[in-house]
Structure formats: structure tokens, C-alpha cells
């Protein structure tokens, strides 16, 4: 077949992209070096019958309408609004921190004290950074946030990120707002469902096309070749002059030709439990004490009954290594070593006319799923425009 678009990477970048070409009735090759689809949303049914996320637990949220309508047309959803709580001081407290959580780590008075003066100094706002509070000049509400960044993010961000969280991107940081209320919600957003059978269903029924062919363990290396002098691509070692998607890294195409850019990854450690339920939520974080940072029971996410048994997760940071195939490169790290190594990467495709980058990898962005699927279809329409 001749293809008129390749793709590489099946996650949602490649799989929304995919899509749209195909209903436009153009011939794609989708090309996935792992050996399914779904990219960092895939989810595997344990023996005991829970199905867990692989790569680490995703819950759905967009404030975006268009997105929750484009995936509504693969799979069905269900309300689902994410809570988690913090193992602090032997307590569960709810993340992000709010007035719950201080009620119960505090005595009644100065808990009061507190929420009266944060309600003064932020007026009619739902949430506020906790970058914010430190900076604050009221010396009640400074304390309070010197409590809250000490025991929810000063150890969590060193274990996440093996760096001091001075040296953490704010952006990262403010991610996980202290809420001025009881609303217990981990996310905000206008729009919070979970797929009803899963993710899988999702990437099967968007792959699913006739204009849509989809090669698995195979990485783009083995078909795909970028010449960043001439500007040319090559599929099979004969020049393409088709459009070229890449949702993988842009240090491992290029053959790291200016170093590799760093990566914080994940050694994911699932157990099988013989009891109903492990934990008394979805998502326990541990910012303390504990060298994994979070505990996940996934039987909670799924809405799954499955009696008897449960399966939980525990996320242990672990520094990324280019050169070991186990590690899986999950989180860009934001510093001005990465980002002028990430522009000069960039620097030498951008030229290329018929070559894209899209998603989390490609993009060297910390994006949550929404604002892939986004991406995906704004660089759609983009190319389009275009052609
Ligand atoms: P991916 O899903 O990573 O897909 C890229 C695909 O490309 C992969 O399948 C990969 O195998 C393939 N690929 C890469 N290189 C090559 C190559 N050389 N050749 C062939 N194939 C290749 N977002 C949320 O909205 N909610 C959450 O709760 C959430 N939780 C997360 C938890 C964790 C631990 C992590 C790491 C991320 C989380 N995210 C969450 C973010 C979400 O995972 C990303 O937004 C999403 O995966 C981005 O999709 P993508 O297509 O860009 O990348
Ligand atoms: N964070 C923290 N304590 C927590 C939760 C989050 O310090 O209990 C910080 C930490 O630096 C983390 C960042 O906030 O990397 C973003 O958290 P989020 O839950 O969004 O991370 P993700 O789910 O993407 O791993």
C-alpha cells in the first residue's frame, strides 16, 4: 500500500491523528515500537481478573467539550470525580490540601484562624498556589503554608524528581493547588469521566478503519530515516514525500546527536491483594515517609466488582537511562539545560516540510491526556490548511 501519512506512536497523538486522516480519506501507517496500542494509557487485566493501567494511573479531565465529544464517539464514559488523600502524621488527609485537611491536622481554633484569614486575604478565589501562601506577609497564613509545603510537597517533589524542589519548575509545583474550601477534588475541571470499559476500547475503535494500518513492535529507526542536512525523510530507504507524524522522543530519533535529554521515570510495582479492598481510597499519596510516592487501587478507577481480590500500585521514581530498554521516559524535567538541548533538537527539524511532532515525548511538555488530544486536532486542522 501507498501511504499517505505515517505516524509514529499509538498513543493518543498518533491514534487522534491517525483518525482524522483516515476519515479524510487518506491512507496511514501507524508505526508502534511496543507491542500494542494505546501508548501510556493501556491497560492489561490482571490474572485476578482487575484491570490496571501499565504505565501508571490515568484519570480523565479537560475543561475542553470538544475533547470529551471527539472521544465520546469511541467509548462510552462515566462520571468519575478523582479524589486522593495524603498519608500525613498517621492520618488521610485530602490532596490538595483544603479545609478538611487542616481541620483535621490542626486544633479547632487555630484550624479557624486560619481558614478565617486565608478567606480575607483571597477573596472569592477557589484556589491558590502554595507558592503564593509562602510568599504571603501575614505571618498566620505564611506559617500555614510553610506546614503545607513541608509535609504534602517538599519530600514528595525531592522523590519524585531527585532534586531539591527549589530546582523543581514551578509549573510542576502548581500542578497541585492548596484549595480555599471543602471541595476535595484532586482536578477542577468542568469535565471528569473515566472510560466505561477501559482505555483500550478508546484506541481500538479509533485505529479501527479501513484507510488505517497499524505495525506493532516496530520501531520508527527500523522504517523511517530523518536527514536533517538535506531535509529529507526517508520510509524503507526511499525518499517520502508523504507527511511524517512523530509522537516518540526527538533525542532517541535523532540518535542522541546532541546528548540525551534528561527524563524522570517509574519503576511500577503492582501487588495482587486477597482481600476486597487495600486502601481506603483510589489513590493514597505518601509524601514522607515511604520511597514510592503513591499507592494506586485500581479497582476504583474501573468501577470493576471483583470479589476477593484487588490490585494496587506503587510508583517508585527512578532516574531515567536512555540506555537501559526497561526505562520508560515518563516525565520531561524543566531546566535550561534541557530545554536549549530540546530547541536544538527542534531547531534541526523544523525545517523539514513534511515532518510534525505531536504529544507528551515529541513535545518535550508535561501534557495531560486532554490537551493531547488537543494538540493532535489542532495540528490536524493545521496541516490541513496547508496541504
Ligand atoms: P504516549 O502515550 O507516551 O504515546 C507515545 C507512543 O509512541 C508510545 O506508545 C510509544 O511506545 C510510541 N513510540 C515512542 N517512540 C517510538 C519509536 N521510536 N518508534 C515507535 N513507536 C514509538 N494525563 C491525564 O490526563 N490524566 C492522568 O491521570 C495522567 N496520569 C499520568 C500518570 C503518569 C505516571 C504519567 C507518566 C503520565 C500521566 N498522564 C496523565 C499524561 C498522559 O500519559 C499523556 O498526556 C499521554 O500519554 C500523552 O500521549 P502521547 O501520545 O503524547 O504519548
Ligand atoms: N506534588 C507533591 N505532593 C503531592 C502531590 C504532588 O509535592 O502529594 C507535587 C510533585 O512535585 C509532583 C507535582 O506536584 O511532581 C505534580 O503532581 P501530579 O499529581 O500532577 O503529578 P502526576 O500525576 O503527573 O505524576
Known sequence: MKYDVIIIGAGFAGSVLARQFAEDNKKVLVVEKRDHIGGNMYEKTMENGVRVHLYGPHIFHTNSKKVLDYLKQFAGFFFYEHRVVGYIDGNFVPIPFN?????????????????????????????????????????????????????????????????????VDTSVINRVPVLLGYDDRYFQDTYQYMPKNGYNEIFENMLNHKNIEVKLSTDAKEVISVDTETKKIYFNKEEYQGIVIYSGALDELLNYSYGPLDYRSLNLVFENKEENYYQPNSVVNYPNDEKFTRITEFKYLSNQIVKDHTTILKEYPLTYDYKNPDHVPYYAIFNEKNLNLYQKYYDSVKEIPNFYLCGRLAEYKYYNMDAVVLKALDLYEEIKGVK
Open 99 to 167: 479545609f478538611k485537611s487542616l481541620e483535621i491536622l490542626f486544633d479547632e481554633k487555630e484550624a479557624n484562624e486560619i481558614k478565617e484569614k486565608l478567606l480575607k486575604a483571597y477573596p472569592d478565589t477557589k484556589k491558590v498556589s502554595i507558592l503564593d501562601l509562602l510568599d504571603n506577609q501575614d505571618e498566620t497564613i505564611k506559617r500555614f503554608g510553610q506546614f503545607v509545603y513541608e509535609k504534602v510537597f517538599v519530600h514528595y517533589t525531592a522523590k519524585q524528581w531527585n532534586i531539591p524542589i527549589e530546582e
